[in-house]
């Protein structure tokens, strides 16, 4: 079954054994995220969630990156609209996260080369990361005047506070290895055997009964309450919007587009 097609910004489809499989599609931006990627991942995610007898979700990136962060082009067009079109924005991406972060079938993250910005808020929102040894990570979003604020529940339960208080403050990349030390990825393998390491994982969770599962999910993840709660959910997408129009992202934004130092 696939709901998508090859020029999507993203692909879904489920296999004959209800393993969902989602995959960015913007390769030629490194699958940078803008609106319609967006959208794409929330039609994606719900259209897996309603079908019946799905059992997993994988979700890839297409080309030679997992996921670039956000299409800072479409950050500064969106950041001249109102305040309105902001919060619109922020809300329909940490919604795409939240609900990757609540599916109640287990989502595994398979990440070679870049994995920016959001794209670590995404892998941390799914059960497992499995990484190629080639990938590379940052939570960037402070150097362009930006924040992190509607992927950072997501990030503190993967990570914990104390690593990201780090890398969020700091936008440094790191690798393969540190997200392994960290918690950000589960396991590290070879970039040649990414897909073998993610069919081995979901050969494990199909042995396993489907209710247990999504029951186990849901406690886990009420216990942590690594999404807030409804205020809480609100005070993040907006301080997220209100940032982008801040003097702060436009000088950021502008540093990208001319390919200069920021002036801080």
Same mark, same amino acid.
């Given at each position: ?67 670039? /962060?956000?299409?800072?082009?479409? #950050?500064e067009a969106?950041?001249?609209?109102? =305040? &309105? %079109? @902001?919060?619109?924005? !922020?809300? $329909?991406?940490?919604?795409?996260m939240r ?17 920016? /910005?959001?794209?670590?808020?995404? #892998? ?6 499995? =990484? &190629? %040894? @080639?990938?590379?990570? !940052?939570? $960037? ?37 540190? =997200? ?64 982008r129009q ?19």
């Amino acid at each position: 079954m696939s709901g998508s097609n090859a020029t999507s910004p993203v692909l879904w489809s489920i296999d004959r054994r209800g393993v969902g499989h989602v995959t960015l599609n913007r390769p030629h931006v490194n699958n940078a995220y803008d609106g319609s990627m967006i959208r794409g991942l929330l039609e994606a995610v719900d259209a897996v969630d309603a079908a019946t007898g799905v059992r997993a979700v994988a979700i890839r990136g297409n080309g030679r990156h997992f996921q670039a /962060g956000a299409d800072l082009n479409w #950050i500064e067009a969106v950041a001249k609209g109102s =305040a &309105a %079109d @902001n919060i619109a924005a !922020s809300r $329909a991406t940490a919604e795409a996260m939240r609900r990757i972060n609540r599916l109640p079938v287990p989502t595994l993250a398979l990440v070679q080369g870049g994995c920016f /910005g959001g794209g670590t808020g995404l #892998i941390a929102a799914c059960d497992i990361v499995v =990484a &190629a %040894d @080639n990938a590379m990570f !940052s939570i $960037a979003e402070i150097r362009w005047g930006l924040t992190a604020a509607i992927i950072l529940p997501q990030l503190n339960a993967a990570m914990g506070l104390r690593q990201l208080r780090r890398y969020a403050l700091t936008g440094e990349r790191f690798g393969a290895a540190e =997200a392994l030390r960290i918690g950000l990825a589960h396991e590290v393998v070879a970039a040649t055997e990414l897909e073998s390491a993610g069919a081995r994982i979901l050969d494990h969770i199909l042995e396993n009964a489907p209710s247990a599962i999504a029951e186990t999910k849901a406690l886990a993840l009420d216990i942590a309450q690594a999404d807030g709660d409804d205020m809480a959910f609100g005070r993040l997408v907006e301080s997220h919007a209100l940032k982008r129009q801040s003097p702060e992202a436009a000088e950021g934004l502008a540093s990208f587009r001319e390919r200069r130092q920021a002036r801080w």
